[in-house]
């Protein structure tokens, strides 16, 4: 590969010797072994992984760091497209193609000759009224046809319930799922002290399912809100760490009066 087509920074060019790699990689007597002996179902996994790194990535505003997991994911989705194409299902280029067609049909304000000055509210409901003759058109006709099995468990839930409150199915006021997390938190402790291990799993996931709802009822991305929550904890129990190491301890030899102590004062600091 010549260094003039390493350098050029046109995207097509460089797309094209994406594609080229990734075809060298998977030839079965001069590529990589490990490449050549992957499948869908085992590069599905690393799919999932990078697509969170990406969101991990603009959490932490990291640029740098967002444009090398963008090409990461780039490259997951190369890779399905390389073993498509070797089964004659599809090629890369046919991906692309029927985003682009996507794209066109959904966005008629823009592409065709709608009206433009349409509210956010109105395009949304003409973007669902959209996927929806899509899904129909696949012969997805229920409700919660559609809604990926693999998606994350918090995620997929917020869209099963989404599509359920299109149809009129959903609390009326936010009151009433709050009425409910308590009604499921009484059942979760309840089933705690009676039940055996696979109840108590039903009875906790009736709680998550139920907070999602009241995620979105406040208008709150349930897996920002988590993650960001994963943040601070890991941020404070840091500063436990770091306070401890001052005096010569870890966590593990400390009490947890101890660490509540220093707890409390890495929340204090952090309200300045």
Known sequence: MSKDLIRDTRPGVQMDRLLEIMRRLRDPETGCPWDVEQTFETIAPYTIEEAHE??????REDMADLKGELGDLLFQAVFHAQMAEEAGHFSF???????????????????????????????TRDWEAVKAAERA??????????????????????????????????????????????EESRELAEA?????????????????????????HLQVDPEAALRRANAKFQRRFEAIEDALARTGKTP??????????????????EKG
Do not use: C, Y
């Open 93 to 123: 280029a046919e991906v692309a193609g029927a985003m682009s067609d996507k794209m066109v049909a959904r966005h008629p304000h823009v592409f065709g000759a709608d009206n433009r000055e349409k509210s956010a509210e109105q395009q």
């Open 54 to 59: 990406v969101a991990d990535a603009i959490a």
């Open 137 to 182: 058109h696949r012969g997805e006709t229920r409700t919660l046809d559609g809604v990926a099995m693999g998606l994350p468990a918090l995620l997929r839930a917020l869209k099963l319930q989404k599509r359920a409150a299109r149809v009129g199915f959903d609390w009326p006021d936010v009151s009433l799922v709050i009425d409910k997390i308590a």
């Open 192 to 216: 705690r002290e009676t039940l055996g291990t696979d109840e108590i799993e039903e009875e906790m996931g009736d709680l998550l399912f139920v907070m999602a709802n009241l995620a979105r």
């Open 252 to 269: 593990g030899d400390s009490t947890l009066e101890e660490m509540d102590a220093l707890w409390d004062a890495a929340k204090m600091m």
